[in-house]
C-alpha cells in the first residue's frame, strides 16, 4: 500500500504542477491580451481565445477574472513575447516561445537549459524554416462527420482535420486564417476547447530511445521555466 500511495501522491503532484504552470502561462497571455485591446471579450479576440484556453485546462472563473483586473491595474507587470531559437542534441530543432518581463534573466535561463541539456543556442531563424506557424483548435466531437466539417470550414482557412487520442476534434488553419477560423466557429456554436498558435515542423527527426530520452529532458527543463511558455521541437 505505501508504494501505491508514493505513486499515486507523485501523479497527483505532478497534474498539480502542470495546472499550476498552465494557469500561469494562461495568466500571462490574459495580461498581454488586456494591454493590446481592452478587457472587453467581445472587442478582443485575443482576449476571447484566453477564456476558450482557461475553460480547456480548468481554469477557474474567478482566477481568470482576477487576472484580468491585475492586468487593467496601473502596477500590473508588463510582459514581451520572446522567441528564441536552437537546437537540441542529436540535431533536433526547438523553438521556445516566452512571455518575459525581464528579457536578460530569460535568455540567460533559456541558454542555460540548452547548454546544460547538450543543446546550443541559436540565432533567431536559424531553426524557424523548418516550422510553418498554424492556428490548432481543439473542439468537443458532438457527432459531426468530420468530411462534412471539413467542407464547412475550407472556406475559413482549413488547411487539416483529424481527432486526438480522447475523441477531440483538431483543426489546422493557417497563421493568417486565425482569426476567421476562431469567428467561425463561434458562430456556427461549435464549443472550442482550446485556440492556439502552434508552430509546426515540416521534416522530423527520428532518433533511438536514449537519444530521444536525452532530447526529452532538455525539453522538459525549458518546459518548466516560469517564463517559457510554449516549447516546439522536430523529433518524430
Known amino acids: 500500500m505505501g508504494r501505491i500511495f508514493e505513486v499515486r501522491k507523485h501523479t497527483m503532484f505532478a497534474r498539480w504542477d502542470r495546472m ?25 479576440p485575443a482576449l476571447r481565445r484566453c477564456y476558450a484556453n482557461a475553460r480547456g485546462v480548468g481554469m ?34 526547438v523553438i521556445v516561445e516566452t512571455a518575459t518581463d525581464n528579457a536578460t534573466r530569460t535568455v540567460a535561463n533559456v541558454r542555460m537549459h540548452f547548454n546544460k541539456g547538450g543543446g546550443s543556442l541559436g540565432n533567431s531563424g536559424s531553426v524557424g524554416f523548418l516550422f510553418n506557424r498554424m492556428g490548432v483548435f481543439k473542439i468537443k466531437n458532438e457527432g459531426q462527420n ?30 493568417t486564417e486565425f482569426g476567421n477560423m476562431a469567428k467561425a466557429l463561434e458562430e456556427k456554436g461549435m464549443p472550442i476547447i482550446s485556440a492556439e498558435l502552434h508552430r509546426i515542423p515540416t521534416t522530423q527527426v527520428e532518433l533511438n530511445e536514449e537519444q530521444t530520452k536525452e532530447v526529452l529532458e532538455m525539453i522538459d527543463r525549458l518546459e518548466q521555466d516560469e517564463d517559457v511558455q510554449q516549447v516546439f521541437y522536430n523529433l518524430k
Open 146 to 175: 468530420l468530411e462534412e466539417l471539413e467542407l464547412e470550414l475550407i472556406d475559413f482557412g482549413l488547411e487539416d482535420i483529424g481527432e486526438d487520442t480522447e475523441g477531440n476534434i483538431i483543426l489546422r488553419a493557417a497563421f
Open 60 to 93: 477557474p472563473k474567478d482566477r481568470v477574472e482576477a487576472a484580468i483586473k491585475r492586468a487593467m491595474g496601473k502596477d500590473t507587470t508588463n510582459y514581451d513575447e520572446v522567441v528564441y531559437e536552437g537546437y537540441a542534441p542529436h540535431g533536433v530543432a
Open 20 to 44: 499550476a504552470k498552465q494557469f500561469t502561462r494562461i495568466g500571462k497571455e490574459i495580461a498581454m491580451a488586456v494591454k493590446q485591446a481592452g478587457p472587453d471579450p467581445d472587442n478582443n
